[in-house]
T-cell receptor, first 114, second 118 residues
Framework: ETGVTQSPTHLIKTRGQQVTLRCSSQSGHNTVSWYQQALGQGPQFIFQYYREEENGRGNFPPRFSGLQFPNYSSELNVNALELDDSALYLC?????????????FGQGTRLTVV | AQSVTQLDSQVPVFEEAPVELRCNYSSSVSVYLFWYVQYPNQGLQLLLKYLSGSTLVKGINGFEAEFNKSQTSFHLRKPSVHISDTAEYFCAVRLPPGGGGSNYKLTFGKGTLLTVNP
């Protein structure tokens, strides 16, 4: 059983650019959540996808968007990057969004906006 | 809404000493409670969780935590730490499943950096 994998591991972008981060869910998991972890902070919930639809969102602007594909892998897209978007972005997958199941986290993508 | 407060941002201890990392939460309804560990340049790994039942929960790597409803606390303990326990520890809460709403997201504290010195 493979774990949650994220790509790329590190990324440097310029302010105003757009970025796409990718997440491959653990086998058998149909729910993916994305979190932003700024330096020295705990992770903050961005949104969750369940069976290809967004079914929950945190306090993030619309320029943060996502997709989930039929194989349950997922993308996080951020438009018009700002310096404050620099953070570790974590993806977590679970088996079902409504059941008491554990979320497994990937190693994250470190995004630096300059 | 739920919130989590980790009372210590940094906890330095010597190897083989006991340690307690403190966590308090705020919620108007019952919640699930979690402790995660994050090693440098890594994602989050679940240490233990409290869902219901016994208030003393045992996790991996010799850690345990006790849920105290009256004090809204979920402190993490280990009787004897190792150098390899040096990491960032996060306490988190989540609503139980059922009834829709925001039961899916984890709300984290700001973390406690545990440094184990020889």
């Amino acid at each position: 059983e493979t774990g949650v994998t994220q790509s790329p591991t590190h990324l440097i972008k310029t302010r105003g650019q757009q970025v796409t981060l990718r997440c491959s869910s653990q086998s058998g998991h149909n729910t993916v959540s994305w979190y932003q972890q700024a330096l020295g902070q705990g992770p903050q919930f961005i949104f969750q996808y369940y069976r290809e639809e967004e079914n929950g969102r945190g306090n993030f602007p619309p320029r943060f968007s996502g997709l989930q594909f039929p194989n349950y892998s997922s993308e996080l897209n951020v438009n018009a990057l700002e310096l404050d978007d620099s953070a570790l972005y974590l993806c977590a997958s679970r088996r079902d969004s409504n059941l008491n199941t554990e979320a497994f986290f990937g190693q994250g993508t470190r995004l630096t906006v300059v | 809404a739920q919130s989590v407060t980790q009372l210590d941002s940094q906890v330095p201890v010597f190897e083989e000493a006991p340690v307690e990392l403190r966590c308090n939460y705020s919620s108007s309804v019952s919640v699930y409670l979690f402790w995660y560990v994050q090693y440098p340049n890594q994602g989050l790994q679940l240490l233990l969780k409290y869902l219901s039942g016994s208030t003393l929960v045992k996790g991996i790597n010799g850690f345990e935590a006790e849920f105290n409803k009256s004090q809204t606390s979920f402190h993490l303990r280990k009787p004897s730490v190792h150098i390899s326990d040096t990491a960032e520890y996060f306490c988190a809460v989540r609503l139980p499943p059922g009834g829709g709403g925001s039961n899916y997201k984890l709300t984290f504290g700001k973390g406690t950096l545990l440094t184990v010195n020889p």
